[in-house]
Structure formats: structure tokens, C-alpha cells
């Protein structure tokens, strides 16, 4: 999409993917079946937000941030970063965006703040320039006491604290972090969550890729799911629970609840079979939330029983994950052109295509 084509609507977006198409020939001598890395990568970015990208291994989150990063072109689609097309203007777009990954490991002799400084100067800030910026980011990151120390010294969650600088020493349109916290512990994790949520209350847009989906619910402001190369939901974490039906209504009854009548009446408002957990409560599945509980009490009332608590368990954002994901496992067929993608080894079924329970999930 141009810079000028639809201005309302592009005015606060930071990257746009339209339709990112990309097929891999597999095998060491790359002569191999095609492999669906991505099969139409559709993905809206709002400027000072974090949107997460969350799919299990083999999924195509590097490849899709490998796309935005101009590091890999794809065979079709277009990538547009701030108004400006990656595929077009490559090397401007380089200018915008920051990618983690690429600094830390500049020079462990160098201390923390050398390290920074000399990026800054490689970006084209004179020395005194990038050793300002290089002390102002060291502040933001909490690296303070350590700025002065060789870099080989720091430990895991420093170096990636660091690293973050590097990415955003430039002040990036948009940063790209891909699995910013893997490997470390969960303290180290914790404070590279703070410090990534400062930068965004700052004005930073963040495009992450994570495993992790307690780092998704923690940090994303939306959070597109994607399994082998397609999206298969999207929305912000609480919409995404929403769309699960495995919210669970459990109501309670005064004295001994009459079974055939609690059961209809639940049967009535949730889905599937009502599930008797013990004399006085009954549960089951519902996609309502709170609003099932609701009907339920009247219901209920309507009936002349009494209902002393009605509770619903809404489900993880794992639910959200193993549902999405587990679906598209079970409602396998061959990819789009017919080819499996599992050549590579680490994907473990063909390419599913889009089912009724995707389109579903995409209304979010
Ligand atoms: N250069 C390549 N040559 C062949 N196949 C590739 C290449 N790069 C990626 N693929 C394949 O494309 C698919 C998507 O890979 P990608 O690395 O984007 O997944 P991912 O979601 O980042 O996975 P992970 O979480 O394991 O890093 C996988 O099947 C992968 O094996």
C-alpha cells in the first residue's frame, strides 16, 4: 500500500503485511519438495504498540520478521514499514527499524557503554552525539552500574537489555525482537518485559515473536497466531480467550439440587453435556462469559431453583494456543499448491487450510 493511498487509515500504522508469500525449496542440496514457510501472511502493526507473533516451531514467525527485517524477500505480498514498501525501498526501510540480535555481540572486551556508543556511531551520529544517546539508552535499559564493565562480563538478561539499546539507538519506527526472552530466567525475563513496556509507554512499536504465551498475555496489545505459514486467529489476548469454548460456568444450588432440572437448565445456555460435579454444583462449557452466567441464574430462577454462586473460569491464553493450533493439526489436508511442508523436520504435518473454526476466530 502507498504511502499517500489511504492516509485516515495508515496514519498511526507502523507495518502493514499484505498477502507475504514464501516458499523455501527443502533438503541440503535445496532441490527438495517447496516448503510453505508463509502462505499469505496478512498483519497490521499500530504505531506505540506492541503486537506479538505466536505460532510453535516451524510456524514462520522468523520468516515473516525475516520479511519485515529486508533480510529475506518474499515471492509475493507486499511489506510496508511506516508508509514505506521494504520491498521497494529496502535500504530505507533498514534506516527504520531496529532488530535485536544483531548488537550485542559487537565486542565482549568493549564495555556496555563503548559497545552503544559505537553503534550509535555506525549509524551516523558524530562521537560526542552517539556517546549522549549511548548513556541516555544505558539509563532507560537499568544498565547503569554496569556501563562501565567489559561486555563478557554481563550476564544473559544484561546482554539482551543491551542488546534492546542497540535496536532502538536509532530511534526506530519499529523494533523487531525475536524471542527476546528465551533462555533466560525469570527474573531476567521480568525486567526485559519492564523495560519493553517502558519503551512502548515511550512511543516505541514493538513487533514480537515469542513461544511463550504468558510473554504474549504480559506484553501484547494484540497478538496474531500463526501455524504453519497462515494466521490462524488474532485479536487482543482477552478476545482471544473469548473465542475458546472452553469457558466454564459453575453454578451451585441450595440443598440438594434436582438434577434433571439443573442439567436442562444448564444444558440450555452452555454447550454440550452439563457435567455434575457434586450434589449441590453443576458445570459446563460456555462461550459467553459472564452473560451465560446470567442466563443461567434466570433460567434457573425461572425454574424455582436456587442458586447460591455461579462462577466462570475463563480459559488461558495455552487454551486459546493448544485449541487454534491443535485444530489445525487435526483438520490437515495438503497444503495450498499440494505440496506437505514437513520436509525440514521440524514441522510434524502438512499445511492445513483455512476451516470453519479459523473463520470463526478471525472475526475477533
Ligand atoms: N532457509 C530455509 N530453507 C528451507 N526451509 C526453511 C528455511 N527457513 C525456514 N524454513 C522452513 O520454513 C518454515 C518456517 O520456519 P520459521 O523459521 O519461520 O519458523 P519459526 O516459527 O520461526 O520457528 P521456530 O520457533 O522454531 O524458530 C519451517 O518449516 C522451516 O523449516
Not at 485516515?8 to 533438503?27: M, N, P
Not at 541516555?136 to 544498565?143: C, E, G, K, Q, V
Request: aromatic share 2%; net charge negative.
Amino acid at each position: 500500500m502507498g504511502r499517500h493511498a489511504m492516509p485516515e487509515q495508515t496514519a498511526d500504522v507502523a507495518l502493514r503485511l499484505d498477502g507475504v508469500c514464501k516458499t523455501f525449496r527443502s533438503g541440503v542440496t535445496g532441490r527438495g519438495p517447496r516448503v510453505n514457510a508463509l502462505s499469505g501472511i496478512d498483519l497490521t502493526v499500530r504505531s506505540g504498540t506492541v503486537h506479538a507473533l505466536l505460532g510453535p516451531n516451524g510456524a514462520g514467525k522468523t520468516t515473516t520478521v525475516r520479511a519485515v527485517a529486508t533480510l529475506m524477500r518474499p515471492d509475493s505480498g507486499s511489506v510496508v514499514v511506516d508508509g514505506v514498501d521494504a520491498l521497494a525501498e529496502p535500504d530505507r526501510v533498514r534506516e527504520m527499524i531496529g532488530v535485536s540480535g544483531q548488537y550485542a555481540a559487537v565486542d565482549g572486551n568493549l564495555t556496555g557503554f563503548e559497545n552503544l556508543r559505537m553503534v550509535a556511531q555506525l549509524y551516523g551520529h558524530r562521537r560526542r552525539a552517539a556517546a549522549k544517546r549511548a548513556r541516555a539508552m544505558i539509563a532507560d535499559l537499568r544498565l547503569t552500574d554496569a556501563a562501565d564493565r567489559p561486555m563478557r562480563t554481563y550476564s544473559g538478561g544484561m546482554r539482551r537489555r543491551l542488546d534492546l539499546a542497540g535496536a532502538l539507538i536509532n530511534e526506530p519506527s519499529l523494533v523487531i525482537l525475536d524471542e527476546p526472552t528465551t533462555g533466560l530466567d525469570p527474573r531476567g525475563r521480568r525486567q526485559m518485559w519492564e523495560v519493553i513496556t517502558e519503551q512502548v509507554a515511550a512511543g516505541t512499536t514493538v513487533l514480537l515473536t515469542t513461544q511463550y504465551l504468558e510473554e504474549a498475555d504480559a506484553l501484547a496489545d494484540e497478538i496474531t497466531v500463526i501455524d504453519r505459514g497462515t494466521v490462524r486467529a488474532r485479536g487482543t489476548a482477552a478476545e482471544l480467550k473469548a473465542t475458546t469454548a472452553q469457558s466454564i460456568l459453575t453454578i451451585e444450588v441450595a440443598g440438594d439440587g434436582d438434577d434433571a432440572r439443573v442439567g436442562a437448565a444448564l444444558a440450555e445456555v452452555g454447550l454440550g453435556a452439563p457435567h455434575r460435579v457434586d450434589s449441590r454444583t453443576w458445570s459446563v462449557a460456555v462461550t459467553d462469559g459472564s452473560r451465560s452466567a446470567v442466563a443461567a441464574v434466570r433460567v434457573c430462577d425461572g425454574l424455582g431453583i436456587d442458586v447460591v454462586d455461579a462462577t466462570v473460569s475463563t480459559p488461558t491464553l495455552d487454551d486459546v494456543f493448544l485449541e487454534i493450533t491443535g485444530r489445525a493439526e487435526s483438520s490437515t489436508a495438503s497444503g495450498p499448491d499440494g505440496n506437505g511442508d514437513d520436509e525440514n523436520g521440524d514441522d510434524e504435518g502438512p499445511t492445513a487450510t483455512p476451516d470453519r473454526g479459523t473463520e470463526r476466530l478471525e472475526r475477533v
